[in-house]
């Protein structure tokens, strides 16, 4: 007994001296990366970038004004090998005292892009402390928004939607939309959506329309639906709402908005997932139960290493929310769980499935060092499986090589078609017919040798 007081009282004051030195530990620096697509001009895509810095991350140096410290964050914008967009800049902070809280500097910047499909990175730096670094890297494919039918932007996701001031970073549309880029929601944060209508009045048509609202749970049931009846005024309409996140369990969750037409079809939709953290409910029993899929031994034997990379490779199914959720897990067991719940969430047989996908496409499309689940054609066997038919053009006079994947199941029947733009390379996605993946008709250009 006197040994635990002993060991209490020691740890009280170690604690309290830490406190009277003013030397909070910090964690490693983690910028959070997110982005929505709008409508910009006829020829371009105006796309929203946003960040996000934990304040408890940064090096903080004392002057007159308290203790300062400062983020810098390079963003750069690439199509193929080709720099389309660089920019930099400061994320200043202050703090008063030493109270270090848990919020995050949020940011956006702004680019107009034409149709293709880019690379975005972000880079960030602390100021004072350089060996401190992050980098965020994704694909983001860029379509161009038709003008002949109602069509929806993204969906943005916020901590808040209110009236705004002109100047402010957040400002669009009369509104300061403040992005939420890691999409975790608390019990006490209400989910605030934010999304695009455009071509409201195209054709001459002037009857009411019909926008859907629905969310659905982590194994894709519906939790929620409402529908709310709109009037065709303007050339494009603004769609904010919200969830109430305290009458969700914790979870991940898809929001789907919806066009609807009045034979009951969707014309245009548009969605995000999110995470829903609320302690008051906690983990719907349900899907608890779906653990029973994946027996913890699956993951007992495998390394803290093994456990990465697979994660790694579930990459095409993971949700943001979840890879930011795992980044922040250290030591094997937690990370055995959080697997074992990931693949639990999913239909009985997935894992195993997934997996083998991933092996095949590490062993034959791995090209230059790079892993073959992270190359376009091992990204799309991966994701859609394997084709019904593949049309090989190795030697075609006056073009590049390229693979035309044929899928007759999907959408009624798919195209996936893959260019080797470099000698030695790997094989780029450059069109397809579904309707989530990069559309490029004029896609015979990339093939052209000069």
Same mark, same amino acid.
């Given at each position: 007994m006197n040994r635990v007081f002993y &060991? @209490?009282?020691?740890v009280l004051t170690i604690f309290s001296w830490s406190r009277a030195q003013n030397t909070p530990t910090k964690s490693p620096l983690k910028i959070s990366v997110d982005y929505a697509r709008f409508r910009g001009d006829s020829t371009n895509v105006y796309l929203e970038v946003y960040y996000s810095i934990p304040e408890r991350q940064l090096t903080y140096i004392r002057d007159s004004t308290g203790l300062t410290a400062a983020a810098e964050v390079t963003m750069v914008i690439r199509r193929g090998e080709v720099s389309v967009s660089a920019d930099r800049w400061l994320v200043p902070h202050v703090l008063r005292d030493t109270t270090r809280s848990s919020m995050n500097l949020v940011g956006l910047s702004t680019v107009m892009l034409p149709e293709g499909q880019y690379t975005l990175t972000l880079i960030a730096r602390d100021r004072n402390e350089t060996s401190s670094v992050d980098t965020v890297s994704m694909i983001v494919p860029i379509r161009l928004l038709g003008g002949e039918k109602l069509v929806l932007s993204d969906v943005e996701l916020a901590t808040n939607i209110k009236q *705004?001031? $002109? *100047?402010? $970073? &957040?400002f669009k549309n009369t509104l300061e939309v403040v992005p939420s880029v890691e999409c975790i929601f608390t019990e006490n944060q209400p989910c605030f959506v934010y999304a695009e209508i455009y071509n409201v009045l195209a054709g001459g048509e002037k009857s009411d329309y019909v926008l859907k609202t629905t969310v659905t749970d982590g194994i894709g049931r519906e939790v929620f639906s409402r529908e709310k009846v709109k009037k065709r005024t303007g050339e494009s309409n603004v769609v904010v709402d919200n969830i109430v996140t305290k009458e969700l369990r914790t979870g991940t969750y898809t929001v789907m908005l919806s066009i609807v037409d009045s034979s009951r079809k969707a014309i245009s939709a548009a969605g995000r997932r999110f995470f @829903?953290?609320?302690q008051s409910r906690g983990i719907d029993s349900s899907m608890l139960s779906l653990k029973s899929f994946v027996p913890a031994e699956e993951f007992a034997r495998m390394s803290e290493e093994e456990l990465d990379r697979e994660f790694q490779w579930a990459r095409y199914e993971s949700a943001y929310a979840e890879r930011v959720q795992f980044e922040k897990l250290t030591g094997p067991e937690p990370k055995r769980r959080f697997l074992q719940e990931f693949w639990g969430k999913r239909e009985q047989g997935f894992r195993p499935l997934y997996l083998e996908r991933a092996r095949f496409a590490n062993q034959n499309f791995r090209e230059l060092g790079i892993d *073959?689940?992270?190359?376009? #054609? *091992? #990204? @799309?066997h991966i994701i859609y499986g394997v084709p019904d038919d593949i049309d090989r053009h190795p030697n075609e006079p006056d073009t590049r090589p390229y693979e035309v994947w044929n899928y007759n199941s999907i959408q009624g029947g798919v195209i996936f078609v893959f260019v080797l733009r470099q000698t030695g390379g790997d094989y780029d996605l450059v069109h397809s017919t579904h309707r989530n993946e990069l559309h490029n008709p004029d896609w015979i250009r990339f093939s052209s040798p000069k």
């Open positions: &060991f @209490v009282c020691l *705004g001031k $002109q *100047g402010s $970073q &957040f @829903v953290f609320n *073959g689940y992270r190359t376009d #054609r *091992g #990204r @799309v």
